[in-house]
């Protein structure tokens, strides 16, 4: 029998600086516990100069505090063997919603309380619609236990984001970032090459091992255990692909974002996060002009590749990038 991961509980801390975390409340008064909660977001508004109004409901008192709930789910989907990274940021998510929130009865959050939350973040659209998101799954995992009736989070309208191109390296990007790799660790290079012409995620790339690529057979695996969809598929070794792992090096890579970090630091253009990867479906897709082979390859949802990738370069940039060989 597999051992449940560990989950730390989630701690009630300040939830902003100088704002003190709302205390243990008397159950008595359901429309004094949200006030409150009301009144703690408003002290963080009103810092902000934003100003807002309270609003009242009437549930069973007797439910588990957001607390509580938020630890059961993070314990249940650990159990459930959910990704680490997907336990790491549901945790930090739902610790900033406890900030606020952990001492109320999850039956007594409403709507307003929650967007209250969320506006008196200095946080950025993506991150507050993250954060939003997360919470909605608490409440649909408090549904189905039977802590409360409905979602609250629900009615919160997501933020609207700017729909912004994925952000690319250029072929000679591409060719600089690995001859410099080659030239200060050949492992790091057989990482990146990986990265750059298989696509793989960040948490995929960290977890590959030389057992993953075939390249006598011309594909390299990513494992069900280690794919972020926990469905197995394999990756064509492109040419390119085939020509860097001729370099050398060898798998897996250790302290990762340490090695890519003091490499990435001296380049004198930005490394964003997910480049190698966004780099990869874009070239992929205007190469092949298939949204189909792309996604299933890269491991994503077809319409993704057509809303996202089409048309973000041209014929003649792909086949550059794919031509890329050490020299």
Request: glycine fraction near 4%.
């Amino acid at each position: 029998m597999n051992t449940p991961r560990q989950i730390r509980v989630l701690p009630l801390e300040p939830c902003f600086t100088g704002v003190a975390v709302m205390p243990n409340l008397p159950l008595a008064s359901l429309d004094g516990i949200e006030r409150a909660a009301l009144a703690l977001v408003e002290a963080v508004r009103s810092a902000r100069g934003v100003s807002s109004s309270s609003s009242s409901l009437s549930l069973s008192p007797e439910s588990p505090t957001v607390l509580s709930v938020s630890n059961e789910f993070l314990l249940a989907k650990a159990r459930a063997l959910r990704a680490d990274n997907y336990l790491r940021v549901s945790h930090s998510h739902l610790t900033a919603f406890c900030r606020v929130c952990g001492s109320l009865p999850v039956a007594t959050v409403s709507a307003r309380v929650i967007e209250e939350w969320l506006c008196a973040s200095s946080w950025s659209p993506v991150t507050r619609k993250n954060h939003l998101l997360t919470v909605r799954t608490l409440f649909w995992f408090a549904a189905s236990r039977s802590y409360v009736i409905g979602n609250p989070a629900l009615a919160v309208d997501l933020p609207l984001i700017p729909d912004k191109p994925p952000e690319i390296h250029t072929p000679d990007q591409v060719a600089a970032v690995l001859e410099l790799a080659r030239a200060k660790d050949l492992n790091l290079c057989r990482w990146l090459a990986v990265r750059y012409f298989a696509g793989l995620r960040g948490r995929e790339a960290a977890l590959i091992e030389e057992g993953a690529i075939h390249a006598g057979r011309g594909f390299l695996e990513v494992t069900a255990e280690k794919s972020k969809t926990r469905r197995r598929r394999i990756v064509t070794i492109a040419p390119a692909l085939a020509a860097w792992l001729e370099v050398g090096g060898k798998l897996p890579l250790g302290d990762v974002n340490t090695k890519v970090w003091r490499l990435t630091g001296s380049l004198p253009f930005k490394f964003p996060r997910n480049v190698t990867r966004h780099s990869f479906v874009s070239y992929h897709l205007a190469q092949h002009h298939n949204a189909a082979k792309t996604a299933l390859e890269a491991g994503h949802a077809e319409q993704i590749m057509f809303n996202h990738y089409r048309e973000l370069v041209t014929s003649e940039d792909a086949a550059a990038f794919w031509a890329i060989r050490p020299k």
